[in-house]
C-alpha cells in the first residue's frame, strides 16, 4: 500500500518521480506528493486524488532540485485530503519525509513530541516521523557527517510498526536517506544517479540493477555512491541483483487496461513458470528444494497460508497434495491463521502464497510458523521480496510484473506452480504404479496447457456480450462442487473487486441449506461444471435455480445438454486437478467486461491496492 519513489542524480528529479508515481499508483491512489531539494531549501507539493491532480499543479515545473521524494496514498490514519498527503516536514522545515506503513505506537509519540514544543498539522501517523528526527537531531553534539544519520536511526528505533521511509533533509543537500521494516523498498542503480521505489517494475525504464534492504538497514544515498549501515550503524556491503524483467512487460503496450493485457499473457506466464521444471520422461525438478522421502513420509500436516487470490490458489493445491501425496492439507486465511494459534511444529510444512511476496498478515505468519518451528516455503513472483528473504525455500512464479489490482496471471501461474509441487512431492514419496501413471498423465497435461489457455481465450466474444446483459445487477451468484468451489470463490472475488456488484459463491450442494432463498426471478447464477464425476449433481442444483427464475452461465468442459441455460461457454478439457486455470479464464474475462460496461477503472479499483502491506 502507498507507493514510493525517489531520485537522486543529476537530472531534473520531478518528471522522474511523477513518471515513478504514475507506475506506482496501483498501490494507492487517493492522494499524492513531492518534496525536492532545491537552491532555496526544501519544497514540498501535493494534492488530494490521483497522480494527474499533481502533475497538473503549475508549480510542478517550477521543481529543479535533482534529488527529490514522492508518494502516492492509500490512507491509513486521517482521510485522503492535501493535508494528510505525503511528503511531511517537521515544524522547522528541515526534513520531508516520505512513509508506506504504519506506525503502532504514533499516540505515545505524538504526546512526547507536543510535551516537547511540538505542533501537528494533519491526522496521519507519518507527521510523527519528520519531528521525531527533528527532535533527535537537535539532540546531537557532534556535526559530524553521520549527524544526519544518527538522528534517523535515533527516531527509528522509537517507532513500532512496519515502515518504508524516504528521507531529505536541507542541511545534507547531496543525500538522501532510506530505510525500510516490513515494508518493500529497493534501490536501482544508475549510472551517476540513483533511483529509490517500493516496487521493481516503477524504476525498470531506467535500470535493471537492484539492492535489496533487509529490515533495519540504513542507507546513505549521493548522486554515485550508495552507503549501507546495519541497525549499529556499522557499514555492510550490499551485491547488486540483476532483475530480468524487461521494461515492456511493466508498461500496457496495445491494450486498453493491464488487467487485459495480463489476462492475455496468461498461456506465456504458465508457459514461462513450468519452464524445464517438467519433462515427459523424468522426474519433476526444483533445483530450490531438496526434500527427502523421510521428510514429507514424517509430516503431521501442510498449510497454505495467503490472502485473497493466492488463498484461492492454496484450496486448488490442497485438493492436489490431499489427493496425490496423502498428506493432510490445510488453507488458512493469513489474518486468521495468525491469531488462531494454529496447530504447527516442526513435522509442518507451511507454504506462503503471494503474488508480490509483501503482504503483511502473509509475512506475519510465516514469521509465526517459523517461530513454532515449521519449515517454511515461499512461492511467489517477485524475486528478493520480503517473504522469500524470510521463508526457509522459495520457489518463483514467472509471471512478469502483474500491475492490475486484480490478479489474473499471477492465480493460474500459481496453480500451476502448486501442481508441479505436489507432482514433485508425490514423486519423491514414491508412491504407487498406479500414481505413476496418472502423474505422468498429469504432466503431460501441463505441457499441453499454454495451448487450452490460448483456446479458451477465445470465449471473450461471447462473455463479452453476456457482460452486457448483467452488468447492471445488484447480485450475482457463483456456484460449484469440489475444484469447481474453488474456482467460483475466486471468479466472485474478481467480479465484485472491480465491478462492484454485489456477489457470493457457494458450494452448489449447499444452496438449500439458506442461500436458495436469496434466488429470484431473473437473479443471475453462474455455475463451474469440469469434474465428470460431480456434473449429474450440480446440474441438478441450477435446475432448481432456474425453476425459480434464475438465469444462468454455465463454464464447462462435460458433456451437458445445454439447452436448459442461458449461456454455455465451453472450454478446452483438461485434468480436474489443473481445471482452475482453464474455468477461470472466461470468468476473469466476464469481470473484467462488467467493469468496462460500467465504465470503471478496470485496474484501480475503489478502496483497493495492489500490495496489502499493512495489517
Ligand atoms: O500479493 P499477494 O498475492 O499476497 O496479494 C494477496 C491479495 O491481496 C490479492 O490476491 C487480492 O485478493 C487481489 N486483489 C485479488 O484480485
Redo the contacts with the bound molecule.
Keep these: 500500500m502507498c507507493g514510493i519513489v525517489g531520485y537522486i542524480g543529476n537530472k531534473k528529479a520531478s518528471p522522474i518521480l511523477i513518471n515513478g508515481l504514475l507506475k506506482l499508483e496501483y498501490r494507492g491512489y487517493d492522494s499524492a506528493g513531492i518534496s525536492t531539494i532545491e537552491k532555496t531549501g526544501l519544497s514540498t507539493m501535493k494534492d488530494k486524488g490521483r497522480v494527474k491532480n499533481l502533475y497538473n499543479l503549475p508549480e510542478i515545473d517550477n521543481l529543479e532540485g535533482t534529488i527529490g521524494i514522492a508518494h502516492t496514498r492509500w490512507a491509513t490514519h486521517g482521510k485522503p485530503s492535501k493535508e494528510n498527503a505525503h511528503p511531511h516536514m517537521d515544524n522547522t522545515k528541515t526534513f520531508s519525509v516520505v512513509h508506506n506503513g504504519i506506525v503502532e505506537n504514533f499516540n505515545e509519540l505524538k504526546k512526547l513530541l507536543c510535551d516537547n514544543g511540538y505542533t501537528f498539522y494533519s491526522q496521519t501517523d507519518t507527521e510523527i516521523i519528520p519531528n521525531l528526527i527533528d527532535y533527535y537531531y537537535k539532540k546531537e553534539t557532534d556535526n559530524d557527517d553521520l549527524k544526519f544519520l544518527r538522528a534517523v536511526k535515533n527516531a527509528c528505533n522509537s517507532l513500532k510498526g512496519s515502515f518504508a521511509l524516504e528521507i531529505i533533509c536541507k542541511d545534507y543537500p547531496d543525500n538522501m536517506i532510506v530505510v525500510r521494516k516490513d515494508s518493500p523498498l529497493v534501490i536501482g542503480k544508475g549510472n551517476g544517479e540513483n533511483y529509490i521505489s517500493s516496487d521493481i517494475p516503477a524504476m525498470l525504464s531506467y535500470t535493471k540493477e537492484f539492492y535489496l534492504l533487509n529490515d533495519l538497514e540504513y542507507v546513505v544515498l549521493s548522486k554515485d555512491d550508495a552507503k549501507f549501515y546495519n541497525n549499529n550503524l556499522e557499514p555492510i556491503n550490499k551485491e547488486i541483483k540483476l532483475i530480468d524483467w524487461n521494461a515492456s512487460s511493466a508498461e500496457k503496450g496495445e491494450f486498453e487496461d493491464y488487467m487485459l493485457k495480463e489476462i492475455y499473457e496468461q498461456p506465456k506466464a504458465i508457459r514461462e513458470t513450468i519452464g524445464s521444471r517438467i519433462n515427459k520422461n523424468s522426474k519433476c525438478e526444483f533445483e530450490e528444494l531438496n526434500f527427502t522421502k523421510d521428510y514429507l513420509q514424517g509430516l503431521n500436516k501442510i498449510y497454505f497460508v495467503?490472502?485473497?487470490?493466492?488463498m484461492h490458489v492454496g484450496l486448488a493445491g490442497k485438493d492436489m497434495i490431499e489427493k496425490l501425496c496423502k498428506i493432510p492439507t490445510e488453507v488458512d486465511i493469513a489474518s486468521e491463521f495468525r491469531y488462531r494459534d494454529p496447530l504447527i511444529d516442526e513435522k509442518t510444512l507451511c507454504i506462503f502464497?503471494?503474488?508480490?511476496?509483501?503482504?503483511a498478515d502473509?509475512l506475519a505468519a510465516l514469521k509465526l510458523s517459523k517461530e513454532c518451528g515449521a519449515k517454511t516455503l515461499a512461492i511467489t513472483n517477485v524475486i528478493g521480496s520480503s517473504i522469500t528473504r524470510e521463508a526457509d525455500y522459495s520457489i518463483y512464479t514467472h509471471a512478469g510484473p502483474e500491475i492490475a489490482?486484480?490478479?489474473t496471471k499471477?492465480y493460474t501461474s500459481q496453480v500451476v506452480l502448486v501442481a508441479m509441487l505436489a507432482i514433485y512431492f508425490a514423486e519423491t514419496l514414491e508412491l504407487s504404479a498406479e500414481k505413476t501413471t496418472l502423474l505422468n498423465s498429469l504432466k503431460e497435461e501441463l505441457l499441453v496447457l499454454p495451448k487450452k489457455v490460448q483456446k479458451t481465450l477465445e470465449t471473450s466474444t461471447e462473455i463479452k456480450n453476456f457482460a452486457k446483459r448483467i452488468y447492471k445487477e445488484k447480485d450475482i451468484f457463483f456456484l460449484g462442487r469440489g475444484i469447481d468451489e474453488t474456482v467460483a470463490k475466486e471468479a466472485s472475488?474478481?467480479l465484485k473487486?472491480i465491478s462492484y456488484i454485489h456477489s457470493d459463491s457457494y458450494p452448489a450442494g449447499e444452496l438449500k441449506h439458506g442461500p436458495i432463498a436469496l434466488i429470484e426471478n431473473d437473479v443471475t447464477v453462474i455455475s463451474i461444471m469440469t469434474d465428470h464425476k460431480l456434473v449429474k449433481k450440480t446440474v441438478s442444483n441450477i435446475q432448481e435455480v432456474i425453476s425459480r427464475g434464475a438465469k444462468t452461465l454455465i463454464v464447462t468442459n462435460q458433456q451437458i445438454d445445454t439447452d436448459m441455460f442461458d449461456m454455455v461457454i465451453r472450454i478446452p478439457e483438461t485434468s480436474t486437478f489443473i481445471s482452475p486455470i482453464l474455468s477461470i479464464i472466461p470468468l476473469q474475462l466476464l469481470a473484467y467486461f462488467t467493469s468496462k460496461e460500467k465504465g470503471l477503472d478496470v485496474d484501480k479499483p475503489r478502496n483497493?491496492a495492489?500490495?496489502?502491506t499493512v495489517e
Design positions: 495467503a490472502c485473497g487470490t493466492a502464497i503471494s503474488q508480490s511476496g509483501e503482504t502473509t489490482v486484480a490478479s499471477a472475488l474478481k473487486e483497493l495492489k500490495s496489502v
